[in-house]
């Protein structure tokens, strides 16, 4: 009976060990979640832009990165660091993007435009 009774809480004290060494290796300090904002249908073009939010991590801030998607494969045009938000996105001609984007932070509040050439 007693014998049972300590392979018992080894057993318990062996589980709780686990399972805190597993959380301490799978914790994640940053949000590593990448937001799709808006996907468009370039006109007279073969290929979507793509817009995506990344969260600030250890190395860089917030911001907002445009991405050509052509035959499946994905490539970064521009990326603009300290943007968190979109705001307009608006076509000029054919080949270029006007994006309005604002950094929503305490210290900014601010909002521009950027026009991004579609070549």
Known sequence: MRRKIVISIVGIILAIVVFVIYKVSTFSLFDVEIKEVVKINVPNKNFKIAIYYLPSNATSQDYIQVRKIENGVESVIESFERYDYLVETEF???????????????????????????K
């Not at 929503?104 to 991004?116: C, E, G, K, W, Y």
Request: glycine fraction near 4%; aromatic fraction near 4%; proline fraction near 0%.
């Open 92 to 118: 000029k001609g054919d080949s270029l993007l006007s994006l309005v984007l604002k950094d929503t932070s305490l210290n900014a509040n601010r909002q521009d435009t950027f026009s991004i050439s579609l």
